[in-house]
């Protein structure tokens, strides 16, 4: 028996609902798994006012409560006590939906004249690469690193967004600083950086050095692991925006962030400092 013409396009059609409804709820599941337990009101002109107010009077509490779950082996709690620092209006996911994607605040606004992106972090799978060279104009130079050399076809269509490829493990056989050194530039606009536990030791001797505006990075370990890494951050002004657990790994988070320095630039809003700081 051979279908119609319409029983066949009914088909097709009803096999695209289905698969648009599953997409749709894969996505709805995973950003409802990273939703903050603040709402704001958009219509509310003084609703971020208000945000702050709240968490200036709870500022205190906030940290003691964070250093304190710090302290166990219980992951969820401590995600669960990380507050948002900063709020930005135009978050945007770029890469993967699922792991590997990176909460970047309004990647628009990146400087137009000589500006520098960094990617720590490949293994021949370059989705974010891609789409923050296409998000952003494709005028900025952006640096990859990986602890092994990509394939080929990387490597070519590294070359296309611009990009300049490095490699070796992260901090032991080659620097963040040297591969700005190497590249001639001067400063970062948005670093992402995923490199299986090298951000503990790699991270702080860059930032020190040079002027980076926003980190999206994914810290691997114990609660005090995670605390230490967001303090060495804290340390040089910078405040989280954006935090994701990874669903696949239970002791990765994703944390996003942006300097002080930076906030007019990308349009966020400050709200209080929480990650006890620790001196210098």
Known sequence: MIDSPSTVIISLLSCFLIIS???CLSVFRLEQKFETDELI?????????????KYNMKADKYSLELSQV???????????????????AIKERIGDVDDGGKYVCNPRAVRKDNCTLISLGLNNAIS???????????????????????????????????????????????????????AERREVELFKIDIEGG????????????????????????????????????KYNFRIFNMEPNPYCFNCCEYSLIQDSCMDQYGVYPLVPIVPKVEF
């Open 199 to 234: 951000e503990h030791e790699g991270l702080e001797p860059f930032i020190r050095e040079y002027r980076v505006c926003q980190i999206f990075i994914e810290v691997h370990g114990t609660p005090s692991e995670h605390l230490k890494m967001l303090q060495t951050m804290a």
């Open 21 to 23: 409804i599953f997409s």
């Open 70 to 88: 710090a302290r166990g082996a219980d992951h969820k709690r401590f995600f669960g006590k990380v507050k948002l620092e900063a709020f930005c």
């Open 128 to 182: 974010y690469d891609q789409h923050i060279q296409n998000v952003t104009g494709g005028h900025c130079r952006i640096l990859g690193a990986d602890k092994d050399p990509q394939n080929i076809t990387i490597q070519e269509a590294y070359e296309r967004i611009n990009g300049q490829l490095f490699v070796g493990m992260i901090p032991n056989e080659i620097s963040i600083s040297s591969m700005l050194k190497k």
């Open 41 to 53: 009101d958009i219509y509310n002109p003084n609703a971020l006012k208000d945000l702050r107010a």
